[in-house]
């Protein structure tokens, strides 16, 4: 390097003392090398040379280096789906699915000599229901409808203490208190009229009534709800079926489930 370079004057060759500066330094507006040093401040060679440089570079670098600010970071979140809380999906006790108690403005009876009650639009349907069964030689007979939420309480409670059952015993004959489709107004199970000793039975699958319910109830919006082996493992009965000839009904039924359409022939 020539005494050109300690001048004071700018100059342009690539042996500039510019270039005998480190980078790090160079960028740092703070340590703009002064001309008037002598270069052999800056030659300083060996092991602790290359130390002296590597502690400025790393100390330099430190303090350059844009910190991360943890208020900015991106926020982690789950991948695990939302739970929903829709009645037929969550609100489950010991199989059987929470349903909500049918407004009394919204019932009107089936039966008047037992006072049996459904909803409207499910009530004038099952007496449609009953009127082509009547004539085809078959008598439909409600057995029960609408039931309160304090109805239901003895049924569970009261039957299941008296015959001795656990409430998982209970629960596969009849449903605990609010989560019983008959709470909807939908509900209703249904008799022989020509053989009464098979109400309430599973042998009422061997009854009339029972085969003309199973060839005709879906054109007038009814269905099974507990047939044998069904996915909430509630105990077969031939006897219970519901309404789900509308929205509401279908919905209040149906929409939880996640059920799929079943294939029928044309």
Known sequence: MNKAGFSGKPQNSSNDLGDD???????????????????????????????????IS???????TPKKNIDSQPLVTSSAP???????????????LAYPEAPESELVTISANRGIKMRKTAAQKFEEMVAAARSSGVILVPISGFRSVKDQEPLFFGVGAQRNQTPAQRAALSAPPGHSEHHTGY?????????????????????????WLQANTARFGFEMSFPKDNVQGVS???????FVGDRSSLEMFYKARNLKPVKTSP
């Open 187 to 211: 509900a209703v199970d249904i008799g022989d009229g020509s053989v009464p000793a098979t109400n309430l039975q599973t042998n009422f699958d061997n009854t009339k009534a029972y085969r």
């Open 82 to 96: 939302t739970p929903t809380t829709e009645p037929g999906n969550v609100n489950t006790l010991l199989g059987h």
């Open 236 to 242: 077969y009965e031939p006897w219970h079926w519901r």
């Open 21 to 55: 500066i480190p980078v790090a330094v160079r960028v740092t507006p703070d340590a703009t090398p002064k001309i008037w040093l002598q270069p052999r401040i800056l030659l300083i060679g060996g092991a602790t040379g290359f130390a002296l440089l590597g502690l």
């Open 58 to 64: 790393g100390f330099l670098f430190f303090v350059t």
